[in-house]
Structure formats: C-alpha cells, structure tokens
C-alpha cells in the first residue's frame, strides 16, 4: 500500500492558503476514487468550504492558492489575470517567496 499524499503548506493566513500539491493527487474529487486536495483542505482547516481558485491534474504537481472564505476567494485573482490588489500581491508574494527558497 502506497503512503497517502500529502500536501505541503507553504503559506497560512486568516485569509488565504499556498501550498506546493504532490503529483498523484487529485485537485477536486468526483468520480475517480481516491484521495483529493480538497478533502484534505476540508479535515485541515476543519470546515465544509473550501475556495479552490485553480485545479491542477492528477499527474501534475505545483503551487496552488485556496482561499479560506467565500470572501477571500472572490478577491482571489485567475491564474490568468495579474494581481491587481493587496490581497493579489501577497497571494503572488508567497508564491514568489517559495519559488525563491526551492531554487537554491
């Protein structure tokens, strides 16, 4: 039996959640079995909402951004938008920060 896969905080706020998500994780359940990131955000921050902004695939492994409430998760931008406020710039600052420590 494989380990379960675990995601990796790389940032936690009252606001926000970055994390670097494993390859072989599913982003969101459905009708593949298994685990998935967010029943794992769900036992993690205790509570049924999570605001996924983004998905990755099941093979694919990355930095994904949650929001915690319905309200930080509206603030969050697309991926495909840059940051266009302060709740955006400190999205892309953690983002940058790991980015910046993985390299070296």
Do not use: C
């Amino acid at each position: 039996m494989t380990p379960p896969l675990e995601p990796r905080v790389i940032f936690e706020d009252a606001h926000l959640l970055v994390l670097s998500k494993p390859a072989g994780l599913l982003s969101q359940g459905g009708e593949s079995p298994g685990e998935n990131l967010v029943d794992w955000l769900r036992s993690h921050l205790g509570r049924p909402y999570v605001g996924l902004i983004h998905r990755l695939d099941r093979n694919t492994s990355g930095i994904m951004v949650v929001g915690k409430r319905t309200k930080a998760a509206r603030r969050l931008p697309s991926p495909r938008k840059p940051p266009s406020n302060q709740f955006d710039l400190k999205a892309v600052a953690a983002i940058r920060r790991f980015e910046h420590v993985a390299t070296q």
